[in-house]
Nanobody
Framework: QVQLVESGGGLVQAGGSLRLSCRAS????????VAWYRQAPGKRREFVAR???????NYGDSVKDRFTISRDNAKNTVYLQMNSLKPEDTAGYYC????????????????WGQGTQVTVSS
């Protein structure tokens, strides 16, 4: 079993930055893929970014060139650096993890965190 805990959310003005953290505990060494998703009220869950244990990364179109995902394997933590934030980035941000590679859909992830709220004011 793996437990995921997100942190780092908060209120920021448009154009500002935040760094989210997702810390894994339990059988963290089995994790191959970690992703961030977000969901705003009344909207569908949206893929934000993904990183594999090998360091490969992918980003959603709406956050490319503004967000950066990284991982510190020694700390079992994945980070999401969010720059140039916009009001439309306001959402609950959720960390997800899988023991497999090649994950493409949210439903394929085995573990989810409770989420952290990001609010961007205009």
């Amino acid at each position: 079993q793996v437990q995921l805990v997100e942190s780092g959310g908060g209120l920021v003005q448009a154009g500002g930055s935040l760094r989210l953290s997702c810390r894994a505990s339990g059988s963290a060494g089995s994790i191959k893929t970690v992703a961030w998703y977000r969901q705003a009220p009344g909207k569908r869950r949206e893929f934000v970014a993904r990183v594999t244990s090998g360091g490969n990364t992918n980003y959603g179109d709406s956050v490319k060139d503004r967000f950066t995902i990284s991982r510190d394997n020694a700390k079992n933590t994945v980070y999401l650096q969010m720059n140039s934030l916009k009001p439309e980035d306001t959402a609950g941000y959720y960390c997800a993890a899988s023991t497999r590679f090649g994950i493409r859909e949210a439903l394929e992830y085995d573990y989810w965190g409770q989420g952290t709220q990001v609010t961007v004011s205009s």
